[in-house]
């Protein structure tokens, strides 16, 4: 994770340099997720087949590689050439992280059966620091020794651990069965999930090309000061997703209510980031830093705001992300799908599709929005994404409990109820 949020703070202005505009920059970062979203849907399909553990190192090996390969791009020259290598190297880094994250969710979720959400939620501490370490840590390389030093470092640190993965990570044999991807992804309620996957990545894939642009611009700080304005988010959904995770599997029934209010809250979270023209929140800035004596100023009060919205915003992604793993499998077992390490590559697959169709989507809407509208209005639009999953994640589970409990008045008629309660007093 660290090798893919290191570009934010510097790559768009070091791209804009190179003669890519904004809507290039974010074609560029949906470029990953393009390609990551297809070849997540083939190695999930043939993870049993191609073995979980091989495709793991295989993918920590081929990331580190092409991570030190994009520390070489500032020696292409400007223009066409350097766009085109930019794609070509980002290609190659989403099939080798496709191969890494599919293989880890299904290794994962094989030890640990269980306790799947609470499993997935500690991992997200670490997806979260590699979230938090990445920014400041590329603005303060970029800042201090130039473009490629990030990339060398982070690169050769991969390709580092390789060897120790080899070694202490299980083998799991699986008998391959040909489980129909067609038929869990047709399922209503995976269709609804999918759904909440997509809109949570393309909000956050939003931010990716646009949010150091405008933090750059609105509150002019500097490169390495970037990196640490993105810790609001970061931080808040590494800290909240292994108790939110560990919640989810504890209290199964909880998980609906995580993804309704967790999409709802994101949506109200990104119309507030900008934030969105109509609020007027500037004008409430600036009686408020009228009524202070002008000890704090409007941008200042305006950035504590932006980072707090971030905070919220971490956490409400981990409200929707954490339960949607065990919802998705427990949904395939209701649905005659047999357990095994097949089906976990079905689904870790499908999960690390869909998120990486929001990838896709988001940061290449983002930028196109960004520049025809501005930061404001674009972060309120994307807020329609998490706001249309999670009103359509709500009216399923109310059809949901509707049908159950009409199935459930069916098998138990009001007359059988009391002819049984008279019978029983009659014996007594």
């Known amino acids: 994770m660290i ?70 791009l500032d020696k292409v020259p400007s223009g066409p050439m350097f766009i085109s290598f930019c794609f070509l190297v980002r290609a190659m880094d989403a099939i080798s992280f496709a191969a890494a994250i ?120 500097p490169a390495g000061y970037v990196g640490l304005v993105f810790l609001g988010l970061a931080l808040s959904y590494s800290l909240s997703s292994p108790l939110l995770g560990l919640l989810s599997d504890k209290l199964p029934y909880v998980r609906k209510w995580l993804l309704i209010f967790g999409d709802l809250m994101t949506a109200a979270c990104f119309f507030m980031l900008g934030p969105a023209p109509v609020l007027h929140i500037e004008r409430y800035c600036l009686c408020l830093s009228l009524s202070c004596y002008m000890m704090f100023s409007t941008i200042i009060i305006q950035l504590w705001i932006f980072v707090l919205v971030l905070v919220l915003i971490g956490f409400s992604l981990g409200m929707s992300a954490i339960p949607v793993f065990p919802e998705i499998l427990q949904c395939a077992y209701e649905n005659g799908f047999e357990e095994g390490l097949s089906l976990l590559g079905l689904v870790s697959g499908l999960f690390n599709a869909m998120w990486s169709l929001g990838a896709f989507v988001g940061p290449i809407l983002g930028g196109f929005l960004n520049e025809q509208l501005g930061f404001e209005w674009a972060a309120a639009i994307q807020g329609g994404w998490p706001l249309l999953s999670g009103l359509a994640t709500g009216i399923f589970y109310i059809i949901e409990a509707t049908r159950r409990s009409s199935s459930s008045s069916l098998q138990n008629p009001p007359g059988d109820n009391e002819e049984r309660t008279r019978l029983m007093g009659n014996e007594m």
């Open 3 to 72: 090798c893919y949020s290191i570009l934010g703070p510097f790559f768009p202005s070091e791209a804009e340099k190179k003669g890519a505009s904004n809507t290039i920059v974010g074609l560029i970062f949906g470029c990953f997720a393009l390609f990551n979203f297809l070849t997540s849907l083939i190695l999930g399909n043939y993870l049993s087949l191609i073995g979980a553990k091989f495709m793991f190192v295989a993918g920590m090996f081929v990331s580190g590689c092409v991570t030190i390969l994009f520390g070489m």
């Open 102 to 221: 599919t293989a880890s969710f299904s290794i994962l979720a094989k030890a640990f059966p269980t306790n799947i959400a609470t499993v997935l939620g500690s991992l997200e501490i670490f997806s979260g620091l590699g979230l938090v370490l990445g920014p400041p840590l590329g603005g303060f390389l970029y800042q201090s020794f130039g473009y490629e030093i990030p990339f060398i470092t982070l690169g050769c640190v991969v390709l580092a651990l390789v060897p120790v993965n080899m070694c202490i990570l299980p083998k799991y044999d699986s008998t391959p069965r040909k489980e129909s991807f067609w038929k869990l992804i047709l399922l209503p309620k995976v269709l609804i999930l999918c759904l909440t996957v997509f809109s949570l990545s393309a909000c956050l894939g939003f931010l990716d090309p646009t949010m150091s642009l405008f933090i750059l611009k609105k509150f002019k700080l």
